[in-house]
């Protein structure tokens, strides 16, 4: 069982900046393809940035694209989505996901507000 701990949630003003981080107990990254969804008040949850397992390949949504960045560091065993040029309608909280076609873990997820 893989345990994915976030943070590096909070408030921030529009325009700003946040990087959440997502670290992997129990497993490693690089054996999955890791992932970023976000739900905001009263919506469906939606993906939001992927990693596949080489780390080399990243996919993101159209409306994140040129915004975020995914990327990991294998030494900590840690994922993380840098955030800049933040909107208000980026609020909402972010869920890490370890993902093969076995197997799914998610993380308790981690809230980020942006102020207009």
């Known amino acids: 069982q893989v345990q994915l701990v976030e943070s590096g949630g909070g408030v921030v003003q529009a325009g700003g900046s946040l990087r959440l981080s997502c670290t992997a107990l129990?497993?490693?990254?690089?054996?999955?393809?890791m992932r970023w969804f976000r739900r905001a008040p009263g919506e469906e949850r939606e993906f939001v940035a992927a990693?596949?397992?080489?780390?080399?390949?990243?996919d993101y949504a159209s409306s994140v694209k040129g915004r975020f960045t995914v990327s990991r560091d294998v030494v900590t065993n840690t994922v993380y989505l840098q955030m800049d040029g933040l909107k208000p309608e980026d609020t909402a909280i972010y869920y890490c996901?370890?993902?093969?076609?076995?197997?799914?873990?998610w993380g308790q997820g981690t809230q980020v507000t942006v102020s207009s």
């Open positions: 129990g497993g490693t990254v690089n054996n999955y393809r």
């Open positions: 996901n370890a993902f093969t076609t076995a197997v799914d873990y």
């Open positions: 990693l596949g397992r080489s780390g080399r390949v990243a």
